[in-house]
T-cell receptor
């Protein structure tokens, strides 16, 4: 089992460019999450998907869109990247999502110039 | 006031010392989580607990529901324990965890 995988591991973008961060889990989990972590800061929830076919905004959704492609995959899209979106992005999943243990991917380091 | 508060923010100790990290919360919870983030960035879940005490190796987590407080203890600390330790709480009927800011622990040899 790979657990939660994320691609790419590292990306450099210019302001205004778009990109999609990919996340997949092989644990048959229902809920998936996207977080960002800025240097020296805690995790902040961007979007989550409680189950296949549903997505909801978290604490900091502006500038992002998500797609729950199927039960395994949850992607995060930056339509027009801004320097303020420079961060480390983590995807996580949990079985049912209701207060349960979340399993994290290795993270994607994004630098927006 | 944050709903989940951790203390201390930073902790430096010598190898072998007994370490305590605290987490207080102000909301009703279904469970409390302790996670570890290594300097390389990976985040790993250590414990999920809703009452009492759990132990895994040199790590012990306790929770007092009445006082809305949890502690993470590390016995016989080692430099490889150096990491950020994060407390988070889950609530009934809610898919989001509320995250603490983390405690950065450095263990010196």
């Amino acid at each position: 089992n790979a657990g939660v995988t994320q691609t790419p591991k590292f990306q450099v973008l210019k302001t205004g460019q778009s990109m999609t961060l990919q996340c997949a889990q092989d644990m048959n989990h229902n809920s998936m999450y996207w977080y960002r972590q800025d240097p020296g800061m805690g995790l902040r929830l961007i979007y989550y998907s409680a189950s296949e076919g549903t997505t909801d905004k978290g604490e900091v959704p502006n500038g992002y869109n998500v797609s729950r492609l199927n039960k395994r995959e949850f992607s995060l899209r930056l339509e027009s990247a801004a320097p303020s979106q420079t961060s480390v992005y983590f995807c996580a999943s949990s079985l049912t999502g209701l207060g349960e243990t979340q399993y994290f991917g290795p993270g994607t380091r994004l630098l927006v110039l | 006031k944050n709903e989940v508060e951790q203390s201390p923010q930073n902790l430096t100790a010598q190898e072998g010392e007994f370490i305590t990290i605290n987490c207080s919360y102000s909301v009703g919870i279904s469970a409390l989580h302790w996670l570890q983030q290594h300097p390389g960035g990976g985040i790993v879940s250590l414990f999920m607990l809703s009452s009492g005490k759990k132990k895994h190796g040199r790590l012990i987590a306790t929770i007092n529901i009445q006082e809305k407080h949890s502690s993470l203890h590390i016995t016989a600390s080692h430099p490889r324990d150096s990491a950020v330790y994060i407390c988070a709480v889950g609530r009934w009927s809610n898919y989001q965890l509320i995250w603490g800011a983390g405690t950065k622990l450095i263990i010196k040899p």
